[in-house]
T-cell receptor, first 114, second 115 residues
Framework: AQSVAQPEDQVNVAEGNPLTVKCTYSVSGNPYLFWYVQYPNRGLQFLLKYITGDNLVKGSYGFEAEFNKSQTSFHLKKPSALVSDSALYFCAVRPLGGYNKLIFGAGTRLAVHP | NAGVTQTPKFQVLKTGQSMTLQCAQDMNHEYMSWYRQDPGMGLRLIHYSVGAGITDQGEVPNGYNVSRSTTEDFPLRLLSAAPSQTSVYFC??????????????FGEGSRLTVL
């Protein structure tokens, strides 16, 4: 079955420290990979995507993600966390043949402490 | 530019009642979709549409109907609400121009409670 896993329900980090939110996927072929962020009582907002090319993708608000094909991972990273980064983060994948569908992970809550 | 607009934002129904969640987008996007968000389960696709007159089922379609008579609108109908349909519902759209699947634009969500 095609799926996306976000192994951490919550990630806690101190402001100014680097952060990583993990994502692994199980999809055949070459997937499209996405990260979205959701602030309280809001819809999801697109952060970044990997389609092809450079394995390091840069996105909005200083976030970046690294695609690792051998580990089937697409971890979200930021060199220096801000309190305002506290939100719910979702990894998503468009599977092979799933032209019109995105499969979302369960989400990881990021808490950045002052 | 309003983007994706969902109404209502909140709704309480009794079991067996029917209702329609409205979704409209002003970006001329071909693709529109409905997701439901439940704690610990992420977002699950209910129905989607790739253009006016074309709809298809997603991962969890049972209990929901959709139609797409215009490019702009994609309503979601609950014919006989059940407590299991208590959730937050999101409408999302994107362009499919050039064969690419662009990033989804989401509405603010509709919180539905079925008693």
């Amino acid at each position: 079955a095609q799926s996306v896993a976000q192994p951490e329900d919550q990630v806690n980090v101190a402001e100014g420290n680097p952060l990583t939110v993990k994502c692994t996927y199980s999809v055949s072929g070459n997937p499209y990979l996405f990260w979205y962020v959701q602030y309280p009582n809001r819809g999801l907002q697109f952060l970044l995507k990997y389609i092809t090319g450079d394995n390091l993708v840069k996105g909005s608000y200083g976030f970046e993600a690294e695609f690792n094909k051998s580990q089937t991972s697409f971890h979200l990273k930021k060199p220096s966390a801000l309190v305002s980064d506290s939100a719910l983060y979702f990894c998503a994948v468009r599977p092979l043949g799933g032209y019109n569908k995105l499969i979302f992970g369960a989400g990881t809550r990021l808490a950045v402490h002052p | 530019n309003a983007g994706v607009t969902q109404t209502p934002k909140f709704q309480v129904l009794k079991t067996g009642q029917s209702m329609t969640l409205q979704c409209a987008q002003d970006m001329n996007h071909e693709y529109m979709s409905w997701y439901r968000q439940d704690p610990g389960m992420g977002l699950r696709l209910i129905h989607y549409s790739v253009g006016a007159g074309i709809t298809d089922q997603g991962e969890v379609p049972n209990g929901y109907n959709v139609s797409r008579s215009t490019t702009e609108d994609f309503p979601l109908r609950l014919l006989s609400a059940a407590p299991s349909q208590t959730s937050v519902y999101f409408c999302a759209s994107t362009t499919t121009s050039g064969g690419a699947f662009g990033e989804l634009f989401f509405g603010e969500g509709s919180r539905l409670t079925v008693l």
